[in-house]
């Protein structure tokens, strides 16, 4: 959805109408299955897309309403989706990379999340590399997030011990490190990724074709392209934080979502 959204302000057509039919599938799926209740929310995308109030119409005619959250429940939510997965959840950041844009959070208070316009879509818009990269655009990914990163959690006057990372940049990487040619979120939950290792990827995937990083044990169709930007976001973050291990969540938003379905939120079915 955020495709053209740094370019234009809006939600592209073509991305409009996909997402609309996607909903509609939902709906008919919700229908079939008997569902009762359901929570729809919309993030960074739509919280920044001109022409949010169509989409929201559109999406309602084909029997979804949405609810736009703001970028701290967003992090609030991704926090509680996780925390109870962690064994220990004390000196942890989490990094949540969306397409739209992407969420360090350090827990559920007010101050303790930032959300930085740097989603895997939009800075691929941004900051296009070619197919495969050349070497001084993984470098400006590189200085370019670690800038944004550094700049945005300039406030934090903490260390932290590892980062967690959820949502499908770091679930494919470890789909990727594992070799897996079926996705198991068991199999995902909780792997751990070094520092090295994930330079080690970066190298990997910067030097093939979209092509070729699709044909990958393990890598999702359609994120062949973003798993670059995704990747070097990744690093820099670490670098930034100064921390070398990386625990993979299955788990994130969509938890957290489902998680605030009990406090009266979300639509009757």
């Known amino acids: 959805m955020g495709k053209e959204l740094r370019a234009t302000?809006?939600?592209?057509?073509?991305?409009?109408?996909?997402?609309?039919?996607?909903?509609?599938?939902?709906?008919?799926?919700?229908d079939a299955l008997g569902v009762v209740r359901y929570r729809a929310c919309g993030t960074a995308g739509l919280r920044e897309a001109g022409n949010r109030a169509s989409f929201l119409d559109a999406a309602k005619t084909v029997g979804v309403k949405i609810e736009v959250i703001t970028a701290e429940e967003e992090a609030r939510r991704t926090w509680q989706g996780i925390r109870g997965r962690l064994r220990d959840g004390g000196g942890i950041v989490v990094m949540d990379i969306g397409g739209g844009s992407t969420e360090f959070i350090a827990g559920p208070g007010r101050g303790e999340s930032v959300s930085l316009p740097i989603g895997v879509v939009v800075a691929g818009s941004l900051l296009p590399v070619s197919d495969p990269p050349e070497a001084w655009?993984?470098?400006?990914?590189?200085?370019?997030?670690?800038?944004?990163?550094?700049?945005?959690?300039?406030?934090?006057?903490?260390?932290?011990?590892?980062?967690?990372?959820?949502?499908?940049?770091?679930?494919?990487?470890?789909?990727?490190?594992?070799?897996?040619?079926?996705?198991?979120?068991?199999?995902?939950?909780?792997h751990i990724l070094s520092l090295e290792r994930l330079e080690y990827w970066e190298e990997r995937l910067s030097k093939l074709t979209e092509a070729e990083r699709l044909r990958l044990p393990g890598m999702e169709k359609g994120r062949e392209r973003y798993i670059i930007p995704g990747v070097c976001q990744a690093v820099a973050a670490m670098e930034n934080f100064k921390v070398n291990e990386l625990i993979v969540s299955d788990a994130g938003l969509l938890e957290g979502i489902l998680l605030g379905i009990p406090e009266g939120k979300g639509e009757n079915g």
């Open 137 to 190: 655009q993984i470098r400006n990914l590189r200085y370019y997030f670690s800038g944004r990163i550094s700049s945005g959690t300039a406030a934090w006057r903490r260390r932290f011990r590892r980062m967690v990372g959820t949502a499908g940049t770091f679930t494919t990487l470890a789909a990727l490190d594992r070799k897996m040619t079926t996705y198991r979120p068991e199999k995902i939950e909780g």
């Open 9 to 30: 302000g809006r939600i592209g057509d073509t991305e409009f109408r996909n997402s609309v039919s996607a909903l509609k599938e939902f709906r008919e799926q919700m």
